[in-house]
Every structure is written in C-alpha cells, then in structure tokens.
C-alpha cells in the first residue's frame, strides 16, 4: 500500500470519529481507532511503513492488559 492510499484511509477513518469540534486527532489516534476496527487491516496499511510502530505498541499494550487480567483472576 503506498503512502496516498495510507493518508486517504486515515482521512475517511477522521471523518468518521470527527469530534463536534476542531481540535482535531493525532496520528496515534487515528491508528488506534483503526486497530480496534479491523487489526488485520490495520496491520496489512502498516505492513513496512512507519505505521508498524504503532502496530507493535498496540499488540504490546494488549499483551500486558491481558497478563494483568491473569493475574487479577489468580487473586480471586
């Protein structure tokens, strides 16, 4: 995917969680609301761009929301 396609994605992604407001979003944002949307699709738009950091935080985040959740079940 190149980088027009990759910035017309993110731009109907803004469109469609747009805040009443101008404030705008950052690119993090829009690449997690994209994340939690379609992973997949996420991950093949950030397949060798610098899109794929993203990816990584966001795998590494659920990873430890997940290990937090086991160990808040072995408690019980």
């Known amino acids: 995917m190149n980088a027009?396609?990759?910035?017309?994605r993110l731009l109907r992604v803004e469109?469609?969680?747009?805040?009443?407001?101008?404030?705008?979003f950052t690119l993090e944002e829009l690449c997690r609301y994209m994340w939690r949307e379609d992973?997949?699709?996420?991950?093949k738009i950030a397949q060798a761009t610098s899109l794929s950091l993203f990816a990584r935080q966001f795998e590494f985040?659920?990873?430890?929301?997940?290990?937090a959740g086991r160990r808040m079940r072995r408690r019980e």
């Open 4 to 8: 027009r396609s990759i910035m017309n």
């Open 15 to 24: 469109r469609e969680i747009r805040p009443q407001d101008d404030t705008g």
């Open 39 to 43: 992973k997949r699709k996420f991950l």
């Open 61 to 67: 985040e659920e990873i430890e929301r997940a290990e």
